[in-house]
């Protein structure tokens, strides 16, 4: 009796633990609402003012996640799948009902710094707070009046769809606790003004660390392992640090041309989330993608001197000597026709599918990218590259730009990956992939998944 009597007061005092717990937690958590206000007029905002919040909402790329496919800009919707369950992105349009339009300033700074809505509900970490918390309190400003002085939407958008207990937002207080570390920025003394500003803009607004950067098992960014290569939307983000897998190692200059440009000839063109990305940053001030373009090239630091001089042998053997850029070597196409004529599937799906524009000797981006220079070959993950041979480079709207028909429905699984291995063989010097069955299969399910929301 003894025992029963000692083992249900401690199984008490643990309940009771828990219970003061989850009180304590509740009650951190906590937070007021904001009052609201009349939406402000759009004529009383400075249009100086106005047109540098569109540049910082182009360097946060805002538009594409708050942006639903067909739907008006800025007005939400889109879902955004992660490994806890489906999130889905606000109205921040001035809607006066369904959007922002009753935020103060305040209101919108706190959302920006803490995560946190006018309502005073905790916001998901999908919408990267853990970034935005950096910016300055005149650059909210200028975002603030950019949002507030766009076409009102009046649409809400659609609740998003969580097991529990995540769709109960006070444990988002716990996730703060542990890993929010509050802004803004503060520049960093041991390096020039021009380094701190692009660190300000890549580590906050740009927030190239929420997919770049590899996260735990709450989803928060393992911060030891910084722009260590991440998964986003069903791409690998590639790391872009000291283990970047670039043939030919990146440098601030061909950062600066792959972000603006959206393409670079040594390292092909940004697909996936990095579209819309170079799209947005197109728009920007040349400064400042320089800045960012040098702030990641001196997080990737200098390649060893091994690495170096294979990348220079590679860019002098594919360099387009007409001028910049790269022009594939349509002598491989001997090597394609033994391989051929030696029954290699391998060599022959590539000749039916890949040859006539990765060898035809015309320079990116219209030219197909000489495949030796592909990190979505010499990468460790297949995904990328997977993606790209079954969906291709759709074209881009109202502009010139590289182009490549998708082959989804034109290789068998099996044939795909037959493929994989033959490029991975013939283009890198990495060992090869395993378990391409498993990573094609994994992506067709994944793009069934993401159809169906």
């Known amino acids: 009796m003894g025992l029963l009597r000692a083992g249900g007061i401690a199984l008490g005092v643990g309940l009771l633990l828990i219970v003061a717990g989850a009180a304590g937690l509740a009650a951190y958590g906590w937070r007021p609402a904001i009052d609201p206000v009349d939406p402000p007029a759009a004529a009383g905002f400075d249009p100086a003012l106005v047109e540098r919040g569109a540049e910082l909402a182009a360097i946060g790329n805002c538009g594409t996640c708050h942006t639903a496919p067909g739907g008006k800009p800025f007005a939400g919707g889109l879902a955004l799948p992660t490994p806890f369950g489906t999130v889905t992105s606000t109205n921040i349009t001035p809607d006066a009902e369904t959007g922002i339009g009753r935020w103060s300033e305040a209101a919108f700074g706190r959302a920006m710094r803490e995560g946190v809505d006018r309502a005073g509900r905790h916001l998901y970490p999908a919408f990267p707070y853990n970034h935005f918390t950096l910016v300055s309190d005149a650059d909210n400003q200028a975002l603030y009046a950019f949002l507030m002085t766009r076409q009102p939407v009046q649409v809400r958008a659609p609740a998003n769809d969580l097991p529990f207990p995540l769709n109960q937002r006070f444990v988002l207080a716990g996730w703060k606790l542990l890993f929010l570390q509050p802004g803004p920025y503060t520049p960093d003394p041991a390096h020039d003004a021009a380094w701190n500003r692009g660190a300000y803009l890549a580590e906050g607004l740009a927030h190239c660390g929420a997919c ?36 030919v190692p990146w440098t601030a200059d061909s950062l600066f041309h792959y972000l603006r440009d959206g393409w670079h000839g ?30 990641v090239a001196s997080v990737m630091g200098l390649p060893d001197a091994e690495a170096r001089k294979r990348g220079d042998a590679l860019a002098a053997a594919t360099a387009d000597p ?3 850029g790269t022009r594939p070597q349509s002598a491989g196409s001997q090597t394609i026709a033994a391989a051929v004529a030696a029954a290699d599937p391998g060599a022959a799906i590539y000749a039916g599918t890949c040859a006539a524009c990765h060898e035809s000797g015309r320079p990116s981006p219209f030219g197909g990218l000489d495949l030796r220079l592909s990190s979505a070959i ?44 033959y490029l991975r063989g013939r283009f890198s010097d990495r060992p090869g992939w395993t378990g391409l069955d498993d990573a094609v299969r994994a992506a067709r399910d994944g793009e069934v998944a993401a159809a169906s929301h």
Do not use: C
């Open 212 to 247: 770049h950067t590899p996260r735990n098992l709450f989803g928060a960014e393992e911060k030891d392992r910084r722009f260590a290569g991440g998964d986003a939307e069903g791409w690998h983000a590639v790391p872009i640090g000291s283990g970047s897998p670039a043939p």
């Open 322 to 324: 007409a001028g910049p």
């Open 266 to 295: 040594q390292h092909g063109t940004a697909q996936g989330p990095m579209g819309p990305v170079a799209d947005s940053l197109a728009a920007v001030p040349e400064d400042d993608v320089r800045a960012i373009a040098a702030y």
């Open 378 to 421: 010499s990468g460790d993950s297949p995904a990328n590259l997977i993606r790209i041979i079954r969906h291709g480079v759709p074209a881009a709207s109202g502009t010139r730009g590289p182009i490549m028909p998708g082959f989804a429905t034109a290789l068998s699984d099996r044939q795909l990956e037959t493929l994989l291995a």
